[in-house]
């Protein structure tokens, strides 16, 4: 079985400092891991996604995440927050060895303060 | 390159009546996802196509949902009838086989 805990539902920041959302996953196998964003009525998109390759993982508009296996953990970063990034994001665990079967965090919602 | 579409973007209803949903998914994705968005909540799946064959449906409420992709492009969901706790975001997505799912904007559902 396979789930995941996103440990804040709100995080608040202000423009240009950095971003830290927290993700814990549970996965009876080797997981694939990804960063959804959700902008208010828009569809999601995938900011990044860890395939058991390198475990630093770099995704669109700045955000990383790093896969840290011993600690279960894959939080997403950005050294400086734009006005832009205020959004929705989840974090989704998938161990079915493919992107079909995915298990999506509660989500955290981010907002960004001028 | 266009996304994925769905139709329409918001729908309110009253309870009991009857209500549709359509996907078209990206050109040449065989598999299509519709996922359940509760407020608040991360999307959970409803029902997995692979081309035209329907391979994980055992989240569907299958007494009052049903969908269908009779030439495995684009797909319908329907519920029928639509109960106050329907109320939510269904979305659809679509990949080539297993890799990366993409979503469309999602149908807003306010039953009445």
């Known amino acids: ?114 | 390159e266009a996304g994925v579409v769905q139709s329409p973007r918001y729908k309110i209803i009253e309870k009991k009546q009857p209500v549709a949903f359509w996907c078209n998914p990206i050109s040449g994705h065989n598999t299509l996802y519709w996922y359940l968005q509760n407020l608040g909540q991360g999307p959970e799946l409803l029902i997995r196509y692979e081309n035209e064959e329907a391979v994980d449906d055992s989240q569907l409420p299958k007494d009052r949902f049903s969908a269908e992709r009779l030439k495995g492009v684009d797909s319908t969901l329907k519920i029928q009838p639509a109960e106050l706790g329907d109320s939510a975001v269904y979305l659809c997505a679509s990949s080539l086989y297993g890799d990366t799912q993409y979503f469309g904007p999602g149908t807003r559902l306010t039953v009445l």
């Not at chain 1, 804040?8 to 950095?18: A, I, K, Q, R």
């Open chain 1, 1 to 114: 079985a396979q789930s995941v805990t996103q440990l804040d539902s709100h995080v608040s920041v202000s423009e240009g400092t950095p971003v830290l959302l927290r993700c814990n996953y549970s996965s009876s196998y080797s997981p694939s891991l990804f960063w959804y964003v959700q902008h208010p009525n828009k569809g999601l998109q995938l900011l990044l996604k860890y395939t058991s390759a390198a475990t630093l993982v770099k995704g669109i508009n700045g955000f990383e995440a790093e896969f840290k296996k011993s600690e279960t953990s894959f939080h997403l970063t950005k050294p400086s927050a734009h006005m832009s990034d205020a959004a929705e994001y989840f974090c989704v665990v998938s161990d079915s060895g493919s992107a079909r079967q995915l298990t999506f965090g509660s989500g955290t919602q981010l907002t960004v303060l001028p």
